[in-house]
């Protein structure tokens, strides 16, 4: 009996256009002035620590599926959407309730910083569809458009979720 295939289309379409569109919109807006009860200023570390786990679990990923245990293997994609979808919970707190921090570097190190920032940027947003197409085609056991798509996406969400922690490395001293 073959398994029925769901379409997740719609779903990562509207999610994908939520988290982006989230994301540009806290670029855009004024800080909400509002005390959380907490110094938001531990969420960049949270968030880092968070993009670390990401990024383990993604490393572990890769090895569970080189030694085909798929089971393993899913587990470490789902505890890597898991720490992803904290991740987006307290940067989206964090750029709500705090003002932007700028990098203070000069030099080699202002250029490697906003170098990898944009590209950092640029490439998260592109990995939200991409991870969750890759995961529909994972959920659906279209392995073989599963393993076409993540060959992209896995290297693409390291860099991100790694990049992600260097950001926060160097922005640090400026909070």
């Not at 569109?21 to 806290?26: E, M, T, Y």
């Not at 693409?156 to 790694?162: D, E, I, N």
């Amino acid at each position: 009996m073959e398994r029925k295939k769901r379409n997740y289309t719609p779903a990562i379409i509207i999610l994908t256009i939520i988290i982006n569109g989230l994301v540009i919109l806290l670029s855009e807006m004024p800080r909400l002035d509002i005390d959380p009860g907490f110094d938001v200023k531990i969420l960049p570390l949270i968030n880092a620590i968070l993009n670390t786990f990401t990024f383990l679990f993604l490393i572990g990923a890769t090895f569970a599926i080189y030694k085909k245990n798929i089971k393993l293997h899913t587990r470490f994609i789902y505890a890597a959407f898991t720490t992803t979808a904290l991740f987006l919970i307290t940067y989206v707190a964090h750029h709500a309730l705090s003002e932007a921090t700028t990098f203070g570097g000069e030099g080699i190190m202002r250029f490697i910083y906003y170098f990898i920032l944009i590209t950092h940027i640029v490439l998260a947003a592109v990995i939200v569809p991409l991870a969750l197409v890759t995961l529909a085609r994972g959920l659906n056991m279209e392995n073989e458009k599963h393993k076409k798509i993540a060959r992209w996406t896995m290297p693409l969400w390291l860099y991100v979720s790694l990049t992600g922690v260097l950001v926060y490395i160097f922005i640090s001293p400026y909070y």
